[in-house]
């Protein structure tokens, strides 16, 4: 009698007849005989020439397998085997392209010490409101994306600019407000990420169509791009500043609520206002 550990180090499969007639099987066989199972077939599933798992095929009769089953069932392991590892490959690019998503993120951040942790914070905070409006799995993935991403423009903002004590000079004003068009730009030869360009694009758009940089307003704003102004608010107001000192909560809030309707979509701010446990 194989046990399943086995038949992962020899990499063979195995076809028992008659289960019943085999002395001390492993528990789990035991089992499967006592819910009436009388023969069974076992194939390692191969990745790369290394058994990652056993598919275990039983019958409710002795000797039920025939050398052809074998055969076939072996390559049904050999189509499983290809799956699993090319899931394995998805999660791993997966994780690779949001890992160069993040690096990308915190390099801009990092261009000022007052924007440190940044994207990520204001990705936290988008994230939570899109949870309490009730976005889905799916949409969450892609404001993640568009909330890291979301400064990227800034990558070619001098430091000096972002780092100003001070009020700026229209001048430097006027490059600051490159950022989200310039942002969509660098993002635009990206498949992958053709969904997120517009959130990225107007984030610094005003509800009631006072912002840049087209001046949009209301529902034609994006919903994402919606969410990331307030999350990106919250955390610019909070963040000290070489000319001040970063506000409390209960400011913040209070700046939320009167600019709802003007600045922010009022029913994104409510929803900002619920993870902050304030239902006003
Ligand atoms: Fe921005």
């Not at 610094?204 to 840049?212: D, K, P, R, V």
Request: charged letters at 25%; aromatic letters at 6%.
């Amino acid at each position: 009698e194989t046990t399943a550990t086995e038949i992962i180090e020899t990499g063979s499969p195995q076809y028992v007849p008659y289960l019943s007639e085999v002395k001390d099987l492993p528990s789990l066989e035991r089992h499967l005989v006592k819910e009436g199972f009388m023969s069974h077939i076992r194939i390692p599933l191969m990745v790369k020439g290394e058994a990652i798992g056993v598919l275990s095929i039983g019958a409710k009769r002795p000797a039920a397998f025939t050398p052809d089953d074998l055969s076939l069932l072996e390559k049904i392991a050999s189509q499983i085997g290809i799956a699993m590892e090319n899931s394995r490959l998805l999660t791993d690019l997966d994780e690779l392209f949001i890992g160069t998503v993040r690096a990308l993120s915190s390099s801009i951040d990092a261009k000022s010490r007052w924007t440190a942790g940044h994207s990520e914070r204001v990705t936290q905070y988008a994230l939570k409101i899109a949870k309490e409006m009730g976005m889905d799995d799916m949409a969450l993935g892609e404001l993640e994306l568009a909330g890291l991403l979301h400064d990227i423009g800034k990558i070619g903002t001098y430091e000096a600019i972002l780092d100003k004590p001070g009020k700026l000079t229209e001048e430097e004003l006027k490059l600051i407000q490159q950022h989200p068009s310039r942002g969509a730009e660098i993002l635009s030869p990206i498949k992958q990420l053709q969904d997120i360009i517009p959130c990225v694009k107007y984030h610094h758009e005003f509800y009631n169509g006072t912002g840049y940089p087209e001046g949009l307003k209301g529902e034609a704003i994006p919903i994402y791009a919606r969410i990331l102004a307030v999350a990106d608010s919250v955390d610019a107001m909070g963040a000290d500043r070489p000319y001040r000192k970063g506000k409390p909560m209960e400011d913040i809030i209070a700046e939320l609520k009167r600019c709802a309707g003007t600045q922010f979509d009022p029913n994104v701010v409510e929803g900002f206002l619920k993870t902050v446990g304030d239902g006003q």
